[in-house]
């Protein structure tokens, strides 16, 4: 079975802190994703990630950096933390790139920044 | 602009039937995803349509029409347990997932 891992459930940062939240997948997936989760907006993309050192923007990017040193770990950064990035966070990973694949859900993680 | 439109909450009965629907407007399709999220989870994969018609697995069923841009979760003989939220997502021309908003599913006794 799939299995991806974060580092944390629950966080909670004050403003102006830097967060770092870890997503590690252990299935050799080439793709990897971090959303966030909002009560009625759905997930929203947030950064991808194809390959090892590569990463593209998604949907929402502001406030946040990506890191992805290895191919199996994939790290959400929060440069400086801001109350309306209050949120469940989700990483999840994929098979390959150009292919139709089920995406595997990590437990998320919720913050919250006071 | 692409967006997925989906019922935001549904109330059933214990036993009974319950059909979500999800109509999309996206550039271009590659499939059709249905995900199952339970509060405070993940969300799990639940089937995947890319051709027009009816999968069946188990108490859940998806349909898909890609002519009429639309697709519904069946979900028969309702346990309490399915209450979870159902979300819907479209895989574009670039391979990019798009999610609906998600569909909060209450069972009743």
């Known amino acids: 079975d799939v299995k991806v891992t974060q580092s944390s459930r629950y966080l909670v940062k004050r403003t102006g802190e830097k967060v770092f939240l870890e997503c590690v997948q252990d299935?050799?997936?080439?793709?990897m994703f971090w959303y966030r989760q909002d009560p009625g907006l759905g997930l929203r993309l947030i950064y991808f990630s194809y390959d090892v050192k590569m990463k593209e923007k998604g949907d929402i990017p502001e406030g946040y950096s990506v890191s992805r040193e290895k191919k199996e770990r994939f790290s959400l950064i929060l440069e400086s933390a801001s109350t309306n990035q209050t949120s469940m966070y989700l990483c999840a990973s994929s098979l390959s790139r150009g292919e139709v694949n089920e995406q595997f859900f990590g437990p998320g993680t919720r913050l919250t920044v006071l | 602009g692409q967006n997925i439109d989906q019922p935001t909450e549904m109330t059933a009965t214990e036993g009974a039937i319950v059909q979500i629907n999800c109509t999309y407007q996206t550039s271009g399709f590659n499939g059709l995803f249905w995900y199952q999220q339970h509060a405070g989870e993940a969300p799990t994969f639940l089937s995947y349509?890319?051709l027009d018609g009816l999968e069946e697995k188990g108490r859940f069923s998806s349909f898909l029409s890609r002519s009429k841009g639309y697709s519904y979760l069946l979900l028969k003989e309702l346990q309490m347990k399915d209450s979870a939220s159902y979300l819907c997502a479209v895989i574009n021309s670039n391979y990019q997932l798009i999610w609906g908003a998600g569909t909060k599913l209450i069972i009743k006794p």
């Open positions: 349509n890319v």
């Open positions: 299935m050799d997936h080439e793709n």
